[in-house]
């Protein structure tokens, strides 16, 4: 019942506030987000960790007669999943507060609602209601980022909605054919799922048609395409939304329906994958280096670092997965902080270009000390939440191959070099006109980015409290593919 | 068969009520009509009944689709106040002509026999004929009108020599028996059946608006008052198919590898010409023209297998499918009244100017284009079930690119809705129109989120 609570509640109080005229909606919308946390984290109280099943499992009959049921529940994985969604969305609305965005009501309604989705996304133990809930989350970002984003909106939302459901359609036919592959009357349960065993041809091509779904939301190479722009186009909150949560959804995919659904499809194509993923990492990596725009060298370090995770999953070790595991959670740490800095800068200086800054740590000590943390914990600095996914993830692709291993490693000597250079130059050096009359971090702001910093500190010296989430249903997974 | 009745019956009297002298009472008495008829054709359900020396059944088939077409007919007509106020003089003839269409299409849902369905096609198509040509000042309307009523009458004239051939090598008009001395066929009559079958098959691919028929289509919808519009592409079309996947059942399941090649062609064509010619419309109207041409390639997806699963699938996709374009021809006559055009730009701002249209337009939109929490979505699940259950994967994977292009042309419509300037002031709309567009928006959403309660009906 819990996990319908969590699903429904954003819901629920997307539509009162959709009633809220001005801009009290802002403060009901992080209101009820508050709740959803307290929500989130009595699941994390009560959750048994030793036990790899999935807990506060609900079954409802939705269609009956073509057996898809509304069957919800988390196991570790998604737990960490959902503590992600919860703990990110307050933090995102209330990193919005000094925006006076033109009918608010809309705009907070619609973070609500996706966060329905998204937590639907996580929670789904029917491949149906995945999907649908898939694609409920996709609707509100192509409005926010559609609505209230820069100049080219229009057309590069555009793209980017056409892209993601061009793959999910093929997501929904791969899991209409497994759907039919079940004996009986069939069912779309995950159970069900991945009791199924298809032959190695068959399963060639679903690998296909699903990878296509998730490699376009995380983005993995060469499906990033839509990504750079997005994030740039995107209002501040949307970016956060789009980096922090949705592009886990991608890889929650490749966890859950990807993986142990057609195991020998996996075998066959890991390499392909892990070669695209590595690619992918570079090219972020030297992109990101050559931008002169805040916001796109960060959506180029994500592709960076999305590759990474990429990798790690298709290796199908523990390292690998557990290293996957935290590191989505230490990204989507970094990367909302990271965004939400580059909003306050942008807010006070007018700009996003790197050259023209300078000199802020004269002005905004707190700032600084907020946006080092944020920034080695994206460099991996050891005791820094990046360091324990980025190790893990790396030891993971080294077993699977050495070279591969030593390629991917390329990140982490690239990525101290664009991140390093970045910060130098926007924090460091001479004030100069624009950058005169910069101020320190506001309440508000305070309250977003220490809990963000907080949590650097703390997935980076003490690991295990979401280690130990994770473990037990990532060696149950490892089980079921290596069945 | 009371609907059937009734609709006739109702027809007649509503033509006496045009001596009256205000216009203002026609539309909610047709509407009651409606509604009799609508409780009479469910009162059938579960009772199957045969009339006529069982030229005409009323099963479960017969009374979901008159159920789809009744209830679409409520939907569409409060959009046509206007008509009322501008004191239409021929405005109770309008209304009779749909009510006795809607005869044309009972007939065409629940017939035994293809005489029937002759009669029926020939009832539903003459009335649109002269509805199409309604707006009698406008060049457009009446080419529409000679436009549909010449290929009309060819296409029909189509049908009737298949009917004839398919007599002649079968010796009966009925379903069943053709069925019968299909599966036994002596090989002399061979060739004269399958001819009488593409012709009919010809004929009602041109009925239901389906390449490389469907040419008429796109001019006929743009010249026809929209309200018409509504009607022709919801209710002409979910009549035609109805009884396309109904002839194909009942009398050509046997020798389905005979015309399966062609109907699977038809269908990728169909799929193929109105995504595509979408794309490349600027006018909403011919766009929703050119959307209700690949919608017929959705529907006609069923036709791809005869299971349980796909008749439900192919009511529940009607139902989906006509109660979206009624929201959305009813939005865009709205618009295209109160802003003088029918292009994309017409709709530029709608979403602050008018929230509640642009939202209902939103929803329409997505439905059409099959994104989940709406109708539509589901509609589209069910149907490539239904195929994919018969193995029909590279059919479905080419239905999946087309809606992806769907989403193109349905998206350009939400993105003049919401990320446009203002074309104009706040859109007028009448509170009894909003009514049903919000009673749309819910049933869409309905669909959307408990199709339990629209599906496996059959």
């Known amino acids: ?483 | 068969m009371t609907s059937l009745i009734l609709l006739s019956v109702f027809g007649i009297v509503n033509l006496f009520l045009g001596f009256m002298k205000s216009k203002k009472v026609l539309m909610p008495m047709v509407l009651l009509f409606l509604v009799i008829a609508l409780g009479a054709t469910v009162m059938d359900w579960n009772q199957p009944q045969s009339y006529f020396n069982n030229m005409f059944t009323m099963d479960n088939y017969a009374v979901g689709f008159t159920a789809v077409m009744v209830l679409s007919t409520i939907f569409i007509l409060p959009f046509s106040r206007s008509y009322g106020e501008r004191e239409e003089a021929n405005l109770a003839e309008y209304f009779s002509l749909m009510l006795f269409s809607l005869v044309g299409g009972v007939m065409m849902v629940g017939y035994e026999n293809l005489l029937m369905l002759f009669v029926g096609i020939e009832i539903m198509s003459i009335s649109m004929y002269i509805l199409a040509g309604s707006d009698k000042r406008n060049l457009l309307s009446n080419e529409a009108s000679m436009k549909y009523f010449l290929m009309g009458s060819f296409f029909t004239g189509i049908i009737l020599f298949g009917v004839a051939l398919l007599y002649g090598a079968t010796g009966s008009f009925y379903l069943s028996e053709i069925a019968s001395s299909a599966a036994t066929l002596e090989p002399g009559n061979a060739p004269l059946l399958l001819m009488g079958l593409l012709l009919v098959l010809v004929g009602v691919t041109f009925k239901v608006g389906a390449a490389p028929f469907h040419f008429w289509t796109p001019d006929v919808y743009e010249g026809t008052p929209t309200l018409f519009t509504s009607y022709m592409s919801t209710v002409v079309k979910t009549a035609g198919i109805a009884a396309f996947y109904k002839l194909m059942s009942a009398a050509f399941g046997g020798v389905y590898e005979e015309w399966f090649p062609t109907v699977v062609a038809i269908t990728v064509l169909t799929l193929l010409i109105g995504n595509i010619g979408a794309v490349a419309q600027t006018s909403m109207k011919r766009m929703l023209a050119y959307s209700s041409i690949s919608h017929a390639g959705y529907l006609m997806i069923a036709l791809t297998s005869f299971n349980d699963r796909s008749e439900n699938a192919l009511l529940f996709y009607s139902l989906a499918y006509s109660v979206a374009t009624i929201a959305a021809f009813g939005i865009l006559k709205y618009v295209a009244d109160a802003r003088g055009s029918d292009s994309y730009d017409a709709f530029n701002g709608l979403g602050k100017t008018n929230p509640l249209l642009g939202f209902v337009m939103t929803v329409a939109m997505l439905s059409l284009a099959g994104i989940p929490l709406t109708g539509g979505f589901f509609g589209k699940l069910f149907l490539f079930s239904a195929a994919l259950e018969q193995g029909m994967l590279w059919l479905i994977v080419v239905a999946i690119l087309m809606s992806a292009v769907g989403i193109y042309y349905y998206f350009r419509v939400i993105i003049a809705m919401y990320m446009k300037d203002p074309a104009g002031e706040r859109v007028p709309v009448d509170a009894f129109a909003t009514f049903t567009l919000i009673s749309l928006l819910v049933l869409t959403v309905l669909m959307g989120i408990v199709p339990g309660l629209f599906n496996d009906l059959l």
């Open chain 1, 1 to 483: 019942m819990l996990t319908a609570i969590l699903i429904l509640w954003p819901a629920v109080a997307a539509l009162l506030v959709l009633l809220v005229k001005g801009q009290g909606a802002k403060k009901i919308a992080f209101g009820a987000a508050l709740v959803e946390l307290v929500l989130g984290i009595y699941a994390w109280i009560n959750f048994v960790p030793a036990n790899p099943g999935t807990q506060f499992l609900l079954n409802l009959p939705w269609i009956e007669t073509a057996g898809i049921s509304f069957k919800v529940g988390m196991d570790g994985i998604s737990l960490l999943m959902v503590l992600l969604t919860v703990f990110l969305i307050p933090l995102i609305i209330l990193s919005t507060f000094k925006h006076t965005y033109d009918r608010p009501s809309s705009f907070y309604a619609l973070i609500l609602f996706m966060q329905s989705g998204l937590l639907g996304v996580f929670t789904s133990l029917d491949a149906f209601l995945f999907y649908f809930f898939w694609e409920v989350a996709l609707i509100p970002i192509y409005f926010i980022a559609g609505l209230w984003g820069g100049e080219n909106r229009i057309k590069v939302t555009f793209k980017f909605f056409l892209y993601t459901v061009f793959g999910s359609l093929f997501m929904l036919a791969a899991f209409v054919y497994l759907y039919f592959q079940t004996p009986g009357t069939h069912s779309s349960e995950e159970v069900v799922f991945y009791q199924l065993t298809l032959d190695a041809a068959n399963q060639s091509w679903i690998f296909w048609f699903l990878f296509i779904a998730f490699a376009i939301k995380m983005p993995v190479f060469p499906f990033h395409t839509w990504q750079p722009d997005t994030y740039t186009e995107a209002p501040a909150a949307g970016t956060m939304l789009l980096s922090g949560i949705m592009l886990k959804m991608g890889i929650y995919g490749v966890l859950r329906w990807l993986l142990p659904v057609v195991p020998l499809g996996v075998s066959q194509w890991a390499t392909v994958v892990l070669v695209l993923a590595i690619i992918g990492i570079v090219y972020g990596a030297i992109i990101a280096i050559r931008q002169h725009d805040l916001k796109r060298l960060i959506a180029f370090s994500s592709i960076s670092h999305v590759g990474l995770i990429a990798a790690g999953l298709f290796t199908l070790n523990e390292q690998g997965l557990q290293g996957a595991m935290i590191q989505m959670l230490s990204h989507g740490v970094n990367v909302v902080g990271l965004f939400f800095i580059i909003d306050i800068i942008q807010s006070r200086t007018g700009t996003r270009d790197i050259a023209a800054m300078g000199g802020i740590t004269q002005s905004a000590p707190f700032l600084t000390v907020c946006f080092m943390v944020l920034m080695l914990g994206a460099v991996a600095l050891p005791l820094t939440n990046g360091f324990v996914g980025e190790f893990l993830l790396l030891m993971g692709v080294y077993q699977y191959n050495a070279w591969m291993g030593a390629v991917a490693g390329l990140t982490i000597i690239l990525g101290a070099v664009y991140m390093l250079r970045m910060f130098q130059r926007v924090m460091f050096g001479e004030k100069n006109a624009i950058t005169e009359v910069f101020t320190d971090l506001t309440f508000t702001e305070k309250a977003v980015l220490v809990p963000l910093v907080v949590m650097v500190f703390w997935i980076g010296l003490h690991p295990n409290t979401f280690l130990n989430i994770s473990e037990p249903a990532i060696l149950h997974l490892l089980d079921v593919i290596k069945r």
